[in-house]
């Protein structure tokens, strides 16, 4: 599989431009001719203006066209345009820099946007959350500018929850850096707000950043940190906080099983089941779903994690019926089923639930790792099933290249 930096920069150009912009609607966006981009996917001629004007484009740094750094896994152009907009939005408004037409809207209208934005999110569509959230951020920046002194706590939890959502977008679509900033500007108005909730709630947010980042000791303790604050007396707790606290010690059992600490990870499940059976049901709040089918469901892919292929597969076999699941939530749910089938080497089930997932899915599997994960694993299998769900995913079987299938039929 070639590295990024063995194409030459005509093909960098193609592969990013992708299916989707032809090189008419690329010499458009860029105010150069067909024949100017042309030359420069030719290596006939290419600028530094035109260069600066195709990056720009594009959605990508001019060094990713030179090929001194490699482009994120599966980001379409729509996708890093929508980086780049969510960027410039954290970044500006923590700044204090709003657009001069800026008109700053009702509390009321805010939080059904907060809740529109979490729903795109809950059903895996990040680009449409991500493109929400944006202005969003903005409009939220511009209310706290607008509220009187002492009465900015509700604006700040608003705003809180705006830069969480940004950062759960960016953390997913890879922008790691814009994902620590936005988190980072989340908890700073959450402790201005005093809003012990929500700091738990940017604090398990960070800790998911960590754990994407690879800093898994780092991740276990502020998620630990985070459960411990707001855990509540059960017998007089309500729906909405054990909701918060049942995801947030899920998670630290996800961050306890990447580490293989069963006993730690055994301890946060106890509590994730018994969190479960006290709601009953599943109940959305504070941005998340949790209940007994999320419990379960997410012990699953914690079973995978810790190599307890058996109890995975008997937890599977007692779960029948996840609609009540957010769709996100059922597909990483089948990743997981799809996961433990592989490691049990019955890998037409696992097949079947995987090509399921991203035939259902597909614009959510793009920012999964775990797809491919998979079909690495069933890659001794060489079946013309396995060969549809590599291509769904845009990976030949048995190896795992960074480009996107947009990329490989580029050229």
Not at 55 to 76: F, H, M, N, T
Not at 177 to 197: N, P, W
Not at 277 to 300: C, S
């Amino acid at each position: 599989m070639p590295q990024w930096s063995d194409y030459s920069t005509g093909e960098r150009i193609k592969i990013l431009r992708g299916r989707d912009i032809t090189q008419a609607d690329l010499a458009e966006l860029t105010g150069r001719s067909i024949v100017t981009i042309q030359k420069a996917e030719q290596d006939k001629a290419l600028s530094l203006p035109t260069l600066l004007a195709i990056a720009s484009a594009l959605g990508v740094d001019a060094s990713v066209i030179l090929g001194q750094q490699a482009p994120r896994k599966a980001l379409e152009h729509s996708d890093r345009m929508v980086i780049r907009d969510l960027s410039r939005a954290v970044h500006d408004t923590a700044a204090g820099i709003l657009p001069v037409d800026t008109e700053p809207v009702a509390l009321s209208e805010l939080q059904e946007t907060t809740d529109k934005c979490w729903n795109l999110y809950w059903q895996g569509r990040y680009i449409e959350a991500g493109a929400v959230v944006a202005p969003f951020l903005t409009a939220a920046a511009a209310r706290l500018h607008e509220q009187p002194a002492g009465e900015q706590a509700p604006a700040l939890g608003v705003l809180s929850d705006a830069y969480r959502l940004a950062g759960y977008v960016a953390n997913l679509m890879g922008a790691r850096d814009l994902a620590y900033a936005a988190i980072g500007h989340a908890q700073a108005a959450a402790e201005r707000a005093a809003d012990a909730m929500r700091v738990a709630l940017v604090g398990s947010g960070r800790a998911w950043v960590y754990l994407r980042d690879a800093r898994l000791p780092e991740a276990l303790a502020l998620a630990e940190k985070s459960a411990a604050d707001i855990e509540p007396r059960f017998s007089r707790a309500t729906p909405e906080e054990l909701t918060a606290y049942g995801s947030h010690v899920n998670f630290a059992a996800v961050v306890a099983s990447r580490m293989g600490d069963k006993d730690r990870a055994g301890d946060f499940l106890s509590q994730s089941h018994a969190t479960g059976a006290r709601l009953g049901r599943e109940v959305r709040a504070h941005g998340t779903l949790f209940g007994p089918v999320t419990a379960t469901t997410q012990a699953v892919g914690i079973k995978v994690a810790l190599g307890q292929t058996g109890q995975a597969l008997d937890l599977i076999h007692s779960i029948q019926d996840v609609s009540e699941l957010t769709d996100a939530a059922r597909n990483r749910y089948a990743m997981d089923k799809a996961m433990a089938h592989a490691d049990a080497r019955q890998w037409d089930a696992s097949l079947d639930t995987l090509e399921e997932a991203l035939r259902r899915s597909p614009d959510w599997a793009r920012h999964q790792t775990l797809p491919g994960v998979i079909v690495e694993k069933v890659g001794k299998a060489s079946t013309a099933r396995l060969r549809r769900v590599s291509k769904l995913i845009g990976v030949a079987p048995g190896t795992q290249g960074f480009l996107p299938a947009t990329a490989k039929t580029a050229l």
